[in-house]
C-alpha cells in the first residue's frame, strides 16, 4: 500500500481526456433531445454544435500527445 500520493502528468492528461469526452457525449445527448423536440432553437443548437466541435478537438490534440507518432 506504499501507492504514490500524486498523479503523474499522463494520468492527469488521460483524466482529462475521460472528463473531454464524457462532456462530448453529454453534449451529443442534448442535441439530440433538442433535434427530436418538435421545433429545435437553432441558435441553441448551433451553439451546442460548436461546442461540441471544439470538443473534439480538444480530445484529438490530447490523444496526438499521448499516441506517439510511428513510422511505418
Do not use: Y
Not at 6 to 30: G, N, P, T, W
Not at 42 to 47: E, S, V
Not at 64 to 70: G, M, N, S, T, V
Amino acid at each position: 500500500m506504499n501507492a504514490p500520493s500524486e498523479m503523474s502528468f499522463e494520468d492527469m492528461i488521460r483524466v482529462k481526456l475521460e472528463v473531454l469526452r464524457r462532456e462530448h457525449r453529454d453534449l451529443d445527448e442534448a442535441i439530440h433531445a433538442l433535434e427530436t423536440n418538435g421545433r429545435p432553437d437553432m441558435l441553441t443548437l448551433r451553439r451546442l454544435k460548436k461546442q461540441k466541435l471544439a470538443l473534439k478537438d480538444q480530445i484529438t490534440q490530447i490523444e496526438d500527445r499521448l499516441i506517439p507518432d510511428i513510422i511505418a
